[in-house]
């Protein structure tokens, strides 16, 4: 017996670890692909009479799924016998054999983390994102992105503040030519992070408090909250590229991407959970996704009244 908050469903599970270890070989088998589903679907009779049949799925559809139009179709949503529908956690587990694209509590998924990877032009401005590592096990990472397109990512260990500013001001030399001192470097500005962003001189540098109050305060208790949802809804969107990370890379990134749960608040707001609770369960912080989330960080000012306005989407 299951339900909607079965924790072998949910992308932050323990499930989900095992799943992205590389210790085992898995096979993701969808209903949808069945011969028999094929068959029907046709008029024709089934193959397999006792395996999964036509009618089971439609019911399903009817249960675990909203109709949608067309028009409206997110990249985690499915078509299916003409008509477009955005399954629900159940069908996506029980039916797909995927993890779930809205998970009960995790903000990411591993089918929005699949739609991150079509690869979209690097058209438009340039912006940094640096995570500056608090401990000496904590790794300084950078991402450079234009657009919608990540195009550079690097981790460092044991970096001095005055070696992470010097290498933001490279970076923004190489990927933002003759505007170079013009593109926001967004630094996370808790503990050592304000020491990089004091040797800024005359570059760009813009100092992001994960603890500051979101832009929009009614939907996030704090910048940090906000930012993890805000890139979450850009890859839903089908508006994120990272298809341009290393291969070595990814898996570690995607590890960091499932990690982190959320609660609603007292005030109905959602609460993305602490770093360092984050970090426990990875043994390792976050740090790639975190400086991914500030590289798309909105600036804030310029009188736009949403989110979505301030990330140019």
Not at 121 to 150: E, H, K, M
Not at 206 to 219: I, M
Not at 240 to 263: E, G, K, N
């Amino acid at each position: 017996t299951s339900s909607s908050t079965d924790r072998t469903v949910d992308s932050s599970s323990r499930a989900y670890a095992e799943d992205q270890s590389g210790s085992w070989h898995v096979m993701t088998l969808s209903a949808l692909d069945h011969p028999n589903i094929e068959a029907e679907l046709r008029g024709d009779i089934p193959p397999f009479p006792a395996a999964v049949r036509l009618g089971w799925v439609r019911e399903r559809l009817d249960r675990w799924c909203d109709p949608i139009p067309a028009s409206d179709a997110l990249v985690t949503d499915i078509e299916f016998d003409g008509e477009w529908y955005r399954p629900g956690p159940l069908f996506e587990s029980r039916v797909m054999g995927r993890w779930p694209s809205q998970a009960v509590n995790a903000v990411w998924s591993e089918s929005l983390w699949d739609a991150c990877f079509t690869a979209l032009p690097p058209i438009g401005d340039v912006a940094l994102g640096c995570d500056v590592a608090r401990f000496g096990d904590d790794y300084t990472s950078i991402v450079v992105r234009q657009g919608s397109s990540l195009i550079h990512w690097e981790t460092h260990n044991g970096w001095s503040t005055s070696q992470i500013a010097g290498r933001l001001k490279e970076l923004a030399r190489q990927y933002g030519g003759d505007s170079a001192l013009e593109c926001p470097i967004n630094v996370d500005d808790d503990g050592v992070g304000g020491g990089v962003v004091d040797q800024r001189g005359e570059f760009r540098f813009v100092p992001v408090n994960a603890g500051a109050r979101a832009f929009e305060p009614e939907q996030y208790p704090n910048r940090r909250s906000e930012l993890w949802f805000a890139l979450a809804a850009r890859a839903r969107r089908g508006d994120l590229d990272l298809s341009r990370l290393p291969v070595h890379a990814r898996s570690l990134i995607r590890q960091q991407a499932m990690a982190p749960t959320w609660r609603i608040d007292a005030q109905g707001r959602r609460v993305v959970e602490p770093k360092d609770a984050m970090k426990k369960r990875l043994r390792r912080s976050p740090d790639d996704m975190d400086a991914i989330n500030l590289a798309f960080s909105p600036i804030g000012g310029g009188g736009l009244s949403s989110l979505a306005d301030r990330l140019g989407v």
